[in-house]
């Protein structure tokens, strides 16, 4: 009996500490699980471990090397472009900022940080009643995992950007973009294609100063780009709902990315805006660097060629994240839009083009940048 009484004495003891513990642990989760969506500083640590020694700091006199020769490029090139576009800059691009790849991935975390914040919103007011341990668990378990996704594509980007135009541009902020060169891709990328550096830096500047003529010049754009990709972005936290379905759905395949396939009608008609503008973006630069190249680079076609061919050494597993991240559809949108920047001059003339620039309603839809004798058709009927 003593020994019955004794088993039952220890079951209690055992019993209340592991109810002490789980409540300890209960409240650790909760702790730790917070409210946010993603932890910034595990993502900028993971992408920074990555990188490893690729991420390594430029040296101070190659940096200042670089941003000069940079700044004067951009000045001779500034007025070959200007010419080719038919508009002037309201300033001139003689700020640049030579970045390595770590001060690049900060820089862009920013960018994250301004979308986040947004599906975050959605997502915390869609939460009713009371935080629970396991929404805490499901919190804290998906943040991990999205930090690491994040940190991830993060270090892969920042190995293969060249050149990008304000990496603030999401946030539709009041001050006037600048191009960042990240400095050890270009100059890896020059060495890997037999280029000179100097012309191929020469050949990136060029591509990048027409994002900032589009920006700069037609100053309506760069907030109607913000808030379009906002919205796509709300959108696609909003109606959240059977996504995992969409997904087993994509999976099996059908037509178009996989991306857009786990998509609800509402929020692929919005993407479906924002990649008709990115491919407008990317095309109109393709369009403009191709016809100003050859008065700025005597040999820009051979480089052009080389570079466009770049994507035939990309291997299996470089593919297959391009393809997971959507980043192939990038790709796609520079061959699609610069069909329709050729087609239009081809059928009518760059004045005519160039309408695209005057308001939101003059934007080709994604169809219509398939399909430029539509947007021709649309624009002529709109103007009689």
Do not use: C
Request: glycine share 10%; no cysteine.
């Amino acid at each position: 009996m003593a020994r019955n009484t004794g088993r039952l004495g220890a079951g209690i003891i055992v019993g209340g500490l592991l109810a002490f513990g789980a409540s300890v642990a209960s409240r650790e989760i909760m702790r730790r699980a917070g409210s946010r969506l993603i932890d910034w500083d595990a993502v900028r640590e993971i992408a920074h471990r990555r990188l490893g020694d690729a991420g390594a700091p430029i040296p101070v006199r190659q940096r200042a090397e670089a941003e000069a020769f940079y700044r004067s490029t951009l000045l001779q090139i500034e007025p070959i472009v200007a010419d080719e576009i038919g508009s002037e800059l309201p300033a001139a691009l003689e700020i640049p900022a030579v970045v390595d790849r770590r001060q690049w991935v900060d820089l862009n975390l920013a960018t994250f940080r301004v979308l986040f914040d947004r599906i975050e919103r959605i997502l915390l007011e869609a939460v009713h009643g009371p935080d629970t341990t396991g929404r805490a668990v499901s919190r804290w378990v998906n943040r991990t995992v999205g930090n690491q996704q994040l940190g991830f594509m993060l270090a892969f980007l920042g190995r293969k950007v060249l050149g990008q135009y304000d990496v603030s541009l999401l946030a539709a902020g009041p001050t006037r973009g600048r191009l960042h060169f990240v400095e050890p891709n270009i100059v890896a990328s020059a060495a890997t294609m037999r280029i000179p550096r100097d012309e191929f830096r020469t050949f990136i500047a060029l591509h990048e100063a027409t994002h900032a003529f589009e920006f700069e010049a037609h100053p309506w754009l760069r907030p109607y780009f913000a808030d379009l990709v906002g919205r796509t972005v709300e959108q696609l936290a909003a109606e959240s709902g059977g996504l995992m379905q969409r997904v087993r759905g994509a999976m099996g395949g059908g037509e178009g990315h996989w991306l857009e396939r786990i998509m609800t009608p509402g929020q692929r008609e919005t993407f479906n805006r924002t990649q008709a503008l990115m491919s407008l973006l990317e095309g109109y630069s393709n369009h403009v660097m191709n016809a100003a190249g050859a008065r700025i680079l005597p040999n820009f076609v051979e480089i052009h060629d080389r570079f466009e061919r770049r994507g035939e050494r990309r291997g299996a597993v470089e593919r297959a994240i391009m393809r997971l991240t959507g980043l192939d559809l990038k790709m796609e949108q520079y061959a699609a839009g610069e069909r329709f920047a050729d087609a239009v001059i081809t059928q009518r003339d760059r004045a005519f083009l160039n309408r695209v620039w005057t308001a939101p309603e003059m934007l080709p839809s994604l169809d219509e940048i398939r399909n430029p004798m539509g947007w021709i058709a649309r624009i002529e009927g709109g103007a009689s």
